[in-house]
C-alpha cells in the first residue's frame, strides 16, 4: 500500500510538469492567468531505474494546479513542475529547480528480486540556465543549463538523504509556424557522486547471492539522456503532448554492478490535459 500511494503522489508530479500555458486570445497574449485548474489523463512506459532491463507502465488521471508567481511557479513548465526564480537578466537566469525518480517494487524487478524498494527519489536544487545569443538552427531557440540538485528518498514522509547529481542539459526549443505546436529536444549528460549512485547500484552483502555478488557503487558518469517532445494545442482548451526518450549508459562509472542490467534504455509518455478554470487575475507572460 507504501507504494502504491508513494506512485500516485509522483505521479501527480509528473502530470504537473506535462502542460504549458494555452494560447490566448490576441488582446491577452502578454499575459495569463495566475491560477489554473486542469484535468489530465497521463501514462508512462519506462526503464524502473537508470540502466535497468525491467519496465514498469504507469497510469493515472488527476487533476492539478498551475500558478504563476512572481517566484514560485507550478505546472507552468512541463519539464521542470516545480521552480522558484532567484535571478533573471536578459539571456540568463538562475532558478531553483527540483527532479524526481519512480519508486520501484523490487519484487517486480528480476535483478533486485529480494533487496528493498526504491523509495521515491526527489532532488532539489539551483539551476542556472543561460540562452544562446545566436539563433538555433530552423529559427529555434537553444539553451544550456546546468543543474546541481542533492537527492532525498521518502519512505512515507521520511526523508533520507541520498547524494548529489550535477547535469549539464542543452535545449532546443521551436515554435512550429502557423500552429500553436512545440518541439522541444534535450540532450542531459548526468554526473553523480557514491552516495547517489549507492541508491540504484550497490549490493550489500546481506542482499548478495550466487547469481548478485556484493557491490559498492562508485560516484561518476551515469549516463546520457535524450527526449523529443511534441506538445499539440487543439484549441485554448485542450492539449496533447507525447514524447519519447532514450538514455545511453554506455560507459557508466557501475557498469559492473549486477544491478546494472542495460546500456540502453527507453521511455515512451503521453498525456491529454483540459483547463476546466482560471483566474480571472492574470499576471505578465513570462518566456
Known amino acids: 500500500m507504501r507504494l502504491i500511494l508513494t506512485k500516485a503522489i509522483i505521479l501527480m ?18 499575459t495569463e492567468p ?7 489523463a497521463f501514462g508512462h512506459y519506462g526503464a524502473s ?11 493515472l488521471p488527476l487533476p492539478y494546479p498551475i500558478y504563476r508567481g512572481k517566484y514560485l511557479r507550478l505546472g507552468d513548465d512541463r519539464d521542470k513542475p516545480i521552480k522558484s526564480r532567484i535571478f533573471r537578466r536578459d539571456r540568463v537566469k538562475l532558478d ?16 533486485r528480486t529480494g533487496m528493498p524498494d526504491l523509495d521515491l527519489l526527489l532532488e532539489a536544487g539551483a539551476e542556472l540556465e ?19 540538485r542533492p537527492a532525498f528518498s521518502f519512505d512515507g514522509l521520511d526523508p533520507t538523504y541520498q547524494g548529489i547529481v550535477l547535469s549539464p542539459e542543452f535545449t532546443y526549443r521551436k515554435k ?21 549512485m549507492d541508491f540504484f547500484y ?44 532514450l538514455s545511453s549508459h554506455h560507459g557508466a562509472a557501475n557498469e559492473k554492478s549486477p544491478l546494472f542490467t542495460a ?11 483540459w483547463k476546466f478554470w482560471e483566474s480571472e487575475r492574470r499576471v505578465p507572460k513570462i518566456d
Open 13 to 30: 508530479l509528473l502530470c504537473l510538469a506535462i502542460p504549458v500555458t494555452f494560447a490566448q486570445e490576441a488582446e491577452d497574449e502578454e
Open 34 to 40: 495566475l491560477w489554473e485548474w486542469r484535468l489530465a
Open 49 to 59: 531505474y537508470p540502466a535497468s532491463e525491467d519496465y514498469q507502465l504507469d497510469l
Open 96 to 111: 531553483l529547480s527540483f527532479g524526481m525518480n519512480f519508486p520501484v517494487d523490487s519484487d517486480e524487478i528480476d535483478a
Open 130 to 148: 543561460m540562452e544562446f545569443a545566436s539563433p538555433a538552427p530552423f529559427d529555434g531557440r537553444g539553451f544550456l543549463s546546468l543543474e546541481l
Open 176 to 196: 512550429l509556424p502557423g500552429r500553436k505546436d512545440e518541439l522541444k529536444i534535450r540532450l542531459t549528460p548526468a554526473f553523480a557522486n557514491s552516495k547517489y
Open 202 to 245: 550497490t549490493v550489500d552483502p546481506v542482499f548478495a547471492t550466487p547469481n548478485r555478488p556484493a557491490y559498492e557503487a562508485k560516484g561518476g558518469y551515469l549516463g546520457t539522456e535524450m527526449s523529443v517532445s511534441w506538445l499539440n494545442s487543439l484549441n485554448e482548451a485542450f492539449e496533447l503532448l507525447i514524447g519519447a526518450r
Open 263 to 273: 546500456d540502453m534504455t527507453y521511455s515512451v509518455y503521453v498525456a491529454f490535459t
